[in-house]
């Protein structure tokens, strides 16, 4: 291991990110630092880490938004760095400029980089600079919803409003019809003031039957700059990814190498270091579209790790570090394929209705090409204080129709009961005969999901018995506090994480 | 030999479980099945042919069964039944909650409006996204009990009807 490497790394995140993070460093002999809100006293990666911090309370901007407070955290525990995982400050160019003026090594883009990516309209001004192909629509932001009104006119209907500082699916709508245009402008500017604190939206023609093709880049501060190939990540809700894969179906090798090159020229274009995703939009014809460069680890990068046999988060750990790109990252091959479902909090039978609750009972599936990452266990409780994932189910196959039934499989065998999760929806959508054919477009759910696959009504008798039997044999849970109906314990082994016989006596 | 009753959306559902060598027969209508635990919560059972992996688990009077990633929910009869959220409210069509604790960020209608049923009325926020809410008759907007900013449970109706006849 190198010299090089931190010695400690502070974690600026929560839940299933902060845990694959915090393993990251522990892969690297690198000591980790949680920090963690009011609502997260109890949560899995404050327990994950050797160190943990109190933040503060649970809404983010008093916690996991406080950049004051996090810097604070890092120097009072001695972290050289801090790794930000996804959202949270991971794309706010204030916190790359807070750690270099205290001395601190963000695990991330130089500021200047995720400026430029984290503006939508600038960047699609620059990158139609580099000659990277770009959706028609509007090149500035605008407030008049005259100028929305004539831009739509131009493009056709439908069109898309995005938010200039956007992400995750917030403050985006799709209009289709003249008369919905200032009803739609009206709710995404609201939602991005709230999730971005910035108002400002454009408008871009809405491409129907299209993939969303994504590339994984890595590029070191030694001007080397690589692609880790594609994840396709069509299915989407509300703009938000719940399935992806990795090969495409849409790619061939031609298609595959040229977005690459691409996706290579859109990170070098913006001085990229780290690693970052570029989006694109690819339609029928297999013409595609520069969308956006997401400029921090993406929530779906396990399926890349598990085709490549590469671990991106130690990569990212390594370039924050100084160090050059590791030398597999210059011979890297797609092998198999892989699936990932994201679970999160929320009711697949009613809209994705996030859910909340506390966690009664919780089995992760285990075999062969099977990886979990999570940030729960037994006995966490799901608040509305945040995002509602909870954890990633993985999976990696020789091949799609196998990788899709060990995914069935899994999800089977991922048992979660506490709060409603959208395990059934993506069996259905998995078992689905269009999804098995490839023919996965980012309007797949409104399309084929209204007739299901799964019925509740075979199960009932089953359900039945195994309820008799369990009424028998389960002893009811330790009651904690009063009130809220049985609480159930971790066990230590499943609330200490990180904790090993005979390891304090080295200290 | 025990006799166990559920509520299964409505409908009673009767059982007789028998304690066996390899674990428990239970007896659903004309079906049996042979169940074994294996940890808690957790249990497996060989249904044509094939091993199910199943869990349970029991809170407040509702039994929770995930069989194949389809998630049963069973109540015991005499039990009050409480649930919280939405489905609480399902026999009160003139009164319009939020589906789950969050923040108004926008009121659609005013007192005397009259509204339809699946018409957004009220737009919830919480964890990070907007719900929005639809009334689920037609009616008249009597009394609208909040305003924008508030914070609102599943508890307290945001909007009250007077129904159309």
Redesign the interface.
Known sequence: MSDKLFKKVLVANRSEIAVRVINACRVLGIKSVAVFSEADRGSKHRFAADESVFIGPPPPRQSYLDIGKIIQAAKETGCEAIHPGYGFLAENSEFPKACRDAGIVFIGPPPDAMLLMGNKVESRIKMSGAGVPLIPGMTASAVDPKVFREAADKAGYPVMIKAAAGGGG?GMRIVHQPNELNDALE?AR??AL??FNDDSVYLEKYIANARHIEFQVLADSHDNCVHAFERECSIQR?HQKIIEETPSVALNEQLRTRMGDAAVAVAKAAGYVNAGTVEFLVDEKGAFYFLEMNTRIQVEHPITEMVTGTDLVVEQIRIAAGLPLSEQMHHLTQRGHAIECRIYAEDGENSF????G?I??Y?EPIGPGIRVDSGITRGSEIT?????IMAKLIVHAPDRPGAIRKMINA???Y????V?TS??F??DVLGHPEFQAGRTYTNFLGRHMGERL???D???????????????????GITVGSGD??AVVPSPWEALGAWEIGDSIHE | M?K?E?L??GKQ?E?Q?EKSSE??T?R??N?S?N?Q?IS????S?A?DGRR?????????GT??????????E?QEPSHDGFAGGASDHAEAPDKIFA????KI??LMVAVGDTVEPKQQVVIV???????PVPARAKGTVKAINFSVGDQVTTEEPIVELELAK
């Open positions: 917030k709710a609201r939602e709230n999730a509300r209705m996030p859910s909340t506390r009664l009972h089995t509305i204080d945040y995002d509602p999800l089977h065998e048992k979660i009961l506490g409603k395990k059934r993506m069996v799964s019925a509740v075979d199960h009932v008798a089953l359900a039945a018995a195994v309820a008799s039997v369990a009424s028998l044999t389960t002893r009811r109906g049985p | 025990n166990h559920f299964v959306g559902i059982t479980t674990g428990y239970v659903v209508g079906q099945y169940i635990q808690e919560g957790l249990f059972v249904v199910k992996i199943i869990a349970a688990a029991t809170v407040n039994t929770f069964v995930d069989i194949d990633s389809v998630v049963v069973l589906p789950m604790p969050g960020v926008k926020e919480a964890m990070k996204m907007e719900n």
